[in-house]
């Protein structure tokens, strides 16, 4: 166990709608990651947040947003839902910014969208 | 642009053998490659990790090999177990970008058969 919890571990639901998913960071740990995993893709980097600022952002749609609270748990908003955005959604927790700090990655939450 | 490129895809080894994963990245300022292993169901967890001011790390079982005049580093699994059978993903990131995520290979996945 990571001590990176994610909520909901399983999500369905149909093109067009907006989901929130939701992560709670280790205790102490400042940094958020928010990564992607499908099947033609791979593991990609999303968007990170420390202390509740926006640090850094990768391969994010516009349709996509997150944010980080004062408590350090952060959620990941998708709208406008595609077939394609069904994949694995991880969050993953380090104690500093900087990705060569250990990242330590939550059991993911399973998007389908039908 | 995939800035790491990871094989093979699949691999088999024998219970006690030797797994051996390759790795070759192209953005020269990443400066930390650690590698995962990822279970079913569970997320990524890091397993070992180099900086590129050592040729070879020795953790357990596990070594990394770097070659940064060749852009590559791989990892070899001693000693086999069918234990050891998971996805094992490369990554790099650099420290210049700080709050960058990380940028991960495709994954391998490894069976050990007893």
């Known amino acids: 166990d990571s001590g990176v919890t994610q909520t909901p571990k399983h999500l369905i639901t149909a093109t067009g709608q907006r989901v929130t998913l939701r992560c709670s960071p280790r205790?102490?740990?400042?940094?958020v990651y928010w990564y992607q995993q499908s099947l033609d893709q791979g593991l990609q980097f999303l968007i990170h947040y420390y202390n509740g600022e926006e640090r850094a952002k990768g391969n994010i749609l516009e349709r996509f947003s997150a944010q980080q609270f004062p408590d350090l748990h952060s959620e990941l908003n998708l709208s406008s839902l595609e077939l394609g955005d069904s994949a694995l959604y991880f969050c993953?927790?380090?104690?500093?910014?900087?990705?060569?700090?250990?990242?330590?990655f939550g059991p993911g939450t399973r998007l389908t969208v039908l | 642009q995939q800035q790491v490129k990871q094989s093979p895809q699949s691999l088999i080894v024998q219970k006690g053998g030797i797994s051996i994963i390759n790795c070759a990245y192209e953005n020269t300022a990443f400066d930390y490659f650690p590698w995962y292993q990822q279970f079913p169901g569970k997320g990524p967890a890091l397993l070992i990790a180099?900086?590129?001011?050592?040729s070879e790390k020795k953790e357990g079982r596990f070594t990394i090999s770097f070659n940064k005049s060749a852009k590559q580093f791989s990892l070899h699994i001693m000693d086999s177990q069918p234990g050891d059978s998971a996805t094992y993903f490369c990554?790099?990131?650099?420290?210049?970008?700080?709050?960058?995520?990380?940028?991960f290979g495709k994954g391998t996945h490894l069976i050990i058969q007893p």
């Open positions: 180099i900086r590129p001011d050592v």
């Open positions: 993953a927790s380090s104690r500093l910014a900087g990705a060569n700090n250990e990242q330590f």
């Open positions: 990554a790099a990131s650099h420290s210049g970008g700080g709050a960058d995520g990380l940028t």
């Open positions: 205790s102490g740990d400042l940094s």
